[in-house]
């Protein structure tokens, strides 16, 4: 039996991932690559075929692959284009679906790897059998994927789902990749969670906290979290600041789409219910009477590796043939 | 031939319209009673049906009605009911397209006000062809009906499209109705404005303005724009400040579903250029330059009154049959 396997590709800014799907969700085999090695799009994709063609001759040759999906930054599903991404080597326009379909003779599609996360989560993971919710991803940056009536959202132009770029304190912090003052993403991200910890650590001097002990460019989401499970009192309220800014944000995402779950994925959701915990309250503080105590609050179910693979993967099983 | 008339009927905190509609959006007759007369939602019933059976007597008799579209504050298109509407009498959940299916014997279909507003203009209105859009109705409150892959969003429960209800000023001004701070509807409604005047008129005692000459009961969104209209300078801040604050909250709303265009609909569009100006102005200095100087902005192209029977009418073309 043919055309049963899809090529799931997750281009990140700094690891490019790849693995050979079933319709099940079963990663059959696996493998990654530094995304930022090659100047030219070409050589990444030369040195990306060469690992998927080991892989897919594991698995019983091209005539069992169906399509690629693949999740990049700022990659448009209408056109197939990586376009102006920031976070990576290869700019302005990048036509990779068309590439990938030269290079391996299979249809290719592409999106944005937040939109990729949402249809893995929907297919594989904690949105199975919903119609409506939103992913957020929580990372170096802030995505989302967005799902309503069973169908992703893309937008007229492919574009929407930025949530990140909203803004939710007028004038407030400023965020040096887009020049907006107040965005989720300036509160939200490693980035935003390493300020808020440097903002309190100067503004709040006779406040003890391990992270002193720190050189200032060794304070960042992963030690600011080890010192927040060692109980530390600073680290703890970074979590507690930024769950309140990232709970009366998703507040406003309820009102927009009603979705019947919220999934939050990436780097931040480690931390468990010192993150969750204000993200619920204040959400719901937020929510109007008709809204609460209605939407789900949860964690992605899939390894975050995985989950990109998957979601990338999900896409080629949505072609037309 | 039969079956190819449609009731359309928008249930106002005042007025409930009603009219038969062809497939093309021509309204052959229609007619106006009050809401509230009825304490008892049957008497509403009992009198609706004795105006629309006039007209229907008119366009031919029942077998050339197709079926019952209500648009009604807080109607739920999943269920049929509408829910705890503050603006009417009735208390609690009323079945009402039950109730219009045992009167009338053909099938009704319900869904709230803001959402059949954005029905009629995606089937009659300013966004014919459009597959992305999304309407925004200014008037006593603040609605909004969305339109994404071609379809209404009505999220898991039927309420999504709340976007009146979004915080937009962290802390801001106080929602009387809903208890929120600083949510869209406490500033861009008719209320809204009427409040940023009665603040400006206190807080710049300096200024002149002839909405001083008038007593403070008769400062609302009517003498607010006349005196703007006159070149009042306190009354076109006024709008100035309401599209400063309705601009920033669209350009939210674009970062989510990337509509090709956002139509502006009721009482605060008559201000015409007055309030475009900024709401244009603020939307496009927060948004992403991705979807800079994309996204139309324009007005309602449908007369008001005429718009809410055509929006609900074209929810029974939408009825299997």
């Excluded at 219910?273 to 939407?295: A, G, S």
Aim: glycine share 12%; with cysteine; aromatic share 8%.
């Amino acid at each position: 039996m043919s055309q049963q396997l899809a090529v799931g590709i997750d281009i990140g800014g700094t690891n490019t991932k790849f693995g050979i799907v079933d319709r099940r969700g079963n990663i059959l085999c696996d493998g990654r690559m530094l995304t930022n090695k090659h100047e030219d799009v070409n050589a990444f994709l030369d040195e990306l075929h060469g690992h998927l063609s080991l892989l897919i001759t594991q698995v019983g040759g091209m005539e069992n692959i169906r399509g690629i999906g693949v999740g990049a930054p700022n990659g448009n599903f209408y056109t197939g284009n990586i376009e102006y991404a920031p976070n990576l080597r290869w700019k302005g326009v990048i036509e990779l679906a068309k590439l990938l379909e030269a290079k391996f003779g299979v249809p290719a599609i592409l999106t944005n790897d937040a939109n990729a996360a949402a249809l893995g989560e929907f297919m594989y993971g904690a949105a199975r059998s919903m119609r409506d919710f939103i992913v957020i991803t929580l990372g170096t940056g802030v995505g989302s994927g967005i799902v309503a009536n069973g169908q992703l959202i893309y937008g007229h132009d492919g574009f929407a789902g930025e949530l990140g770029h909203c803004i939710v304190i007028p004038g407030g912090r400023l965020h040096t990749g887009t020049g907006a003052r107040g965005s989720l993403e300036a509160y939200a991200s490693a980035t935003g969670v390493t300020n808020t910890a440097l903002e309190f650590l100067a503004s709040r001097p006779d406040t003890k906290s391990i992270l002193r002990d720190l050189k200032k460019e060794d304070i960042n989401s992963k030690t600011i979290y080890e010192a927040a499970m060692k109980g530390d009192p600073l680290a703890m309220e970074v979590y507690e600041f930024t769950g309140k800014i990232l709970g009366e944000a998703l507040a406003n995402f309820v009102m927009f789409s009603s979705p019947e779950a919220i999934v939050l994925f990436g780097g931040l959701t480690k931390a468990g219910d010192l993150i969750m915990k204000p993200v619920r309250e204040h959400m719901e503080k937020n929510l109007l009477p008709i809204f609460q105590n209605k939407v789900k609050l949860v964690f992605s179910e899939l390894q975050e590796s995985d989950a990109a693979i998957l979601g990338a993967s999900a896409l080629a099983w949505e072609m037309k043939d």
